[in-house]
């Protein structure tokens, strides 16, 4: 007999009636909301797939527009989305698009925080509320969300990776999944996207940034 977890009798606790079309999408839209990191000024939603078939009737718009704001997918203010982000003074606009995209509930995130830095997330809702983000300001990645990531652009080097391995160990973070890459050969600039047991915080980040210097840009996701 095949086991089943209750998770997958009862689905994800949310706020709508779909786990992919609700719950999926207020967590896109929350880690796109921790990529980011600053406060939102304005965001822009492109919809594919079946998101843009029927996300308004599933309230997938509400759901994205909850996480952006920091909405978990449960949280009852999801409901009232539209009105809290006029409330803050965030501008929302949505594109639902007819272009073919590999994935039938794919959504791009196009924000544009307080200090005017703009950042694009594109996604997945990949069923039971469960989410893939695919690319970040153009870079292919794979993050689920399930575990807090560090993704690091960094000097194409010897020595950095084991570098970063050595201090995050030393600052007791566990490193459970580690992918590293490039775009393509002879490209100066080398990316890790690590998944880890123990979150980051903002202390840990400067003493990482500090004692590898090959480090040019880190994300806590």
């Not at 609700?22 to 492109?46: N, P, Q, S």
């Not at 527009?65 to 999801?78: A, E, H, M, T, W």
């Not at 594109?95 to 997945?124: L, M, Q």
């Not at 570098?163 to 050969?185: E, P, T, Y």
């Amino acid at each position: 007999m095949e086991n089943f977890s209750v998770f997958d009798i009862i689905g994800p606790r949310m706020t709508g009636p779909s786990s992919s079309h609700t719950a999926g999408a207020a967590r896109l839209g929350y880690i796109a909301r921790r990529i980011i990191g600053d406060e939102i000024e304005r965001v822009h939603f492109t919809l594919y797939g079946s998101f843009a078939e029927t996300g308004r009737g599933h309230g997938t718009d509400k759901a994205l527009i909850g996480g952006v704001l920091g909405f978990s997918p449960d949280d009852q203010r999801i409901r009232s989305a539209y009105k809290l982000a006029r409330d803050e003074g965030v501008s929302i606009e949505f594109t639902y698009s007819d272009e073919h995209a590999d994935h039938p509930n794919t959504v791009k995130i196009e924000a544009v925080d307080v200090n005017g830095r703009e950042t694009e997330v594109v996604g997945r809702s990949i069923g039971g509320g469960n989410i893939l983000i695919t690319q970040i300001n153009g870079l292919d990645v794979e993050v689920t969300g399930e575990y807090p990531t560090i993704i690091i652009r960094h000097q194409d080097q010897p020595g950095v990776i084991s570098d970063v391995a050595r201090v995050l160990s030393q600052l007791g973070i566990n490193i459970a999944n580690m992918k590293v890459f490039r775009r393509s050969r002879g490209d100066r600039n080398a990316f890790m996207c690590i998944e880890s047991d123990e979150p980051m915080t903002p202390d840990m980040k400067d003493i990482l940034m500090r004692l590898c210097p090959a480090i040019q840009e880190l994300m806590i996701v």
